[in-house]
């Protein structure tokens, strides 16, 4: 039985390395070690959510989270196969995710940009208005996430007045500047418009 240990790594990268290892079951058994009742509770509930029987021991501060995986069933591929045909628009207007402290902000953005960049079914376009400009500019905390996002065929694109107003003309370095009417249309052609 593989064991993965994730304790000390931050949210949401046990769930994400639960997810990559499970990709990699067929069917049988994983055991995945977390330091947190937060992780423990992520993982528990990812699991679950792909169909998997969970028990948790606790161990000090460990957790140990036993998941077994069993082989799903054809109708729920096809659903999958359906869903990663739809075109999924991510729209972000900040370079920070939520409204609070700018640290944190920060923070979260990171963490979605790089949760994205781990999940299966990638987007197909990101679209950058206002500051969220900045996230694609040299100086940017995030942009090799960003680029390969951009390799794995995700399409980003800026918004050209959005660039012009932080004055980052000749420094975006991943993806195309864009106007607004190509940034509505896309909008209004896709499956669905995410918003973080």
Known sequence: MPV???RGLACPQPVVTTKQALDQLQEGELMVIVNNASSCNNV???????????????????FYV????????DEEKATQTDQKAKKVVVYINS??????DEALGSFLMKAFLKTLLDLETQPSRLILVNS??????EDSKVL???QLLSKKGVEIVSCGTCIDFYELKGKVRVGSISNMYDIIQS????DRVIRP
Request: aromatic share 2%; glycine share 10%; proline share 0%.
């Open 132 to 137: 969220g400009v900045q996230l694609a500019s």
């Open 44 to 62: 528990e509930r990812f699991a679950r959510s792909q169909g998997c029987s969970v028990d948790i021991k606790e161990a000090g501060e460990d």
């Open 187 to 190: 909008m209004l052609e896709a």
């Open 144 to 146: 090799e996430t960003l």
């Open 66 to 73: 036993h998941i077994q995986k069993a082989i799903r069933r």
């Open 95 to 100: 370079q920070l995710l939520g409204d609070g």
């Open 4 to 6: 993965i240990d994730c």
